[in-house]
């Protein structure tokens, strides 16, 4: 009716309410310890081989599945939060991180007869990141949380998830201008330094996060560019790799000197997740991005060294089998590289795969209808 049309534009023209804070003590509130440190197992209680575990997301289940990649059965389902958005595995590779979308981090012990969660904690209103500590002297000491509501970023202690540290994002742009939700994106460990390095997807800025001493937090900034998402390493993990997809770049960051090396002009819309390393036999070692805006896979140089006419290029585009991919992927055992395209509005390109032989990327790609 008129009156209805007339109260829903008034409705729609309200400023909407500000979400509420999380901090310290409402996190510390939901902080649960469910098996305590003494109570777990001293050895491995099962007979699986935890270096080939999958950690599947159940999405609307709020549910993740363990499946033994040996016999390609699932070992155990384990009730989580809705929509976990990633896993983590520990650097001793006994535990699984896995946090939702609705803020919820559990952590899950793979030494049990079947996977137990352990400990849980809500870490914000809403988060995409987990990661461990790897650097040596700090294996699985501190596990790292991003959060996009409130933007912030929290270390917790690796054995039991107590809240430990919280760091807000809340700042001054690339550009300049202030920003009040600069959101966590990816975050990696660094192998060789007790750093995190924290992707703020705003505010277009590389944070890696000194956690030697959490009392006297040390952080160094790097500019790069809008809006940072998803990134991870080259072959030789010193450098870090991140899709600016606002920007359709890829910024370059120097783990070992802690500085920016390079942006790199990609496609439409860059969304590599982690990426995915490639031998390549004209280029030398590459790193590869998928694109949510463009049909093609694009390889960068990654070794100044030995390729120093290469390195932080685009060397090649690969024709994907269609536009709106999210990931690529390798395996050190395997001769492949596979990309999807799950955004596209096309059903059998959304459930396909293309497969590249990683010896020879001019063959034509394998198509699988998943």
């Given at each position: 009716s008129k009156d209805q049309v007339d109260m829903m534009a008034r409705y729609l023209l309200n400023e909407p309410a500000s979400p509420p804070e999380f901090g310290m003590k409402e996190m510390k509130a939901?902080?649960?310890?469910?098996?305590?440190?003494?109570?777990?197992?001293?050895?491995?209680?099962?007979?699986?081989?935890?270096?080939?575990?999958?950690?599947?997301?159940?999405?609307?289940?709020?549910?993740?599945?363990?499946?033994?990649?040996?016999?390609?059965?699932?070992?155990?389902?384990?009730?989580?939060?809705?929509?976990?958005?990633?896993?983590?595995?520990?650097?001793?590779?006994?535990?699984?991180?896995?946090?939702?979308?609705?803020?919820?981090?559990?952590?899950?012990?793979?030494?049990?007869?079947?996977?137990?969660?352990?400990?849980?904690?809500?870490?914000?209103?809403?988060?995409?990141?987990?990661?461990?500590s790897k650097a040596k002297g700090f294996e699985d000491k501190y596990v790292i949380v991003g959060s996009y509501w409130p933007p912030q970023y929290t270390i917790l202690d690796g054995m039991t998830l107590e809240p430990l540290k919280n760091v807000s994002t809340r700042g001054v742009t690339v550009d300049g201008d202030y920003h009040q939700e600069p959101r966590v994106a990816s975050i990696v460990a660094s192998t060789t330094k007790p750093e995190f390095l924290v992707s703020v997807k705003e505010t277009g800025m590389v944070k890696m996060v000194d956690y030697s001493d959490l009392t006297n937090l040390r952080e160094t900034t790097i500019n790069t560019a809008k809006f940072l998402h998803d990134g991870g390493y080259d072959a030789t993990k010193r450098y870090f790799l991140v899709a600016a997809n606002a920007s359709n770049k890829v910024a370059v960051v120097d783990v070992k000197e802690g500085k920016f090396t390079a942006l790199v002009d990609t496609a439409k819309i860059p969304h590599p997740g982690r990426g995915a390393n490639i031998e390549h036999p004209k280029?030398?070692?590459?790193?590869?991005?998928?694109?949510?805006?463009?049909?093609?896979?694009?390889?960068?140089?990654?070794?100044?060294?030995?390729?120093?006419?290469?390195?932080?290029?685009?060397?090649?585009?690969?024709?994907?089998?269609?536009?709106?991919?999210?990931?690529?992927?390798?395996?050190?055992?395997?001769?492949?590289?596979?990309?999807?395209a799950p955004q596209n509005p096309d059903k059998d390109l959304a459930e396909s795969v293309a497969v590249w032989d990683m010896a020879d990327l001019s063959k034509p790609k394998a198509v699988l209808n998943v």
């Open positions: 939901t902080w649960k310890v469910t098996v305590p440190v003494d109570q777990r197992p001293t050895r491995k209680m099962n007979n699986v081989n935890l270096n080939n575990i999958f950690s599947v997301t159940l999405r609307d289940a709020g549910e993740v599945a363990l499946i033994d990649g040996d016999t390609k059965q699932i070992w155990g389902i384990v009730k989580t939060g809705y929509a976990v958005h990633i896993s983590r595995l520990s650097l001793s590779g006994r535990y699984i991180h896995v946090v939702g979308r609705d803020g919820r981090l559990d952590m899950i012990d793979l030494w049990f007869e079947k996977p137990t969660v352990v400990a849980t904690v809500k870490a914000g209103m809403e988060t995409r990141s987990v990661e461990t280029y030398g070692p590459v790193w590869a991005t998928s694109h949510l805006g463009a049909d093609v896979i694009t390889l960068i140089g990654t070794d100044p060294e030995k390729h120093p006419q290469h390195a932080w290029k685009v060397v090649q585009e690969l024709k994907n089998h269609g536009a709106n991919s999210l990931f690529v992927k390798t395996h050190p055992k395997s001769k492949h590289f596979w990309a999807d």
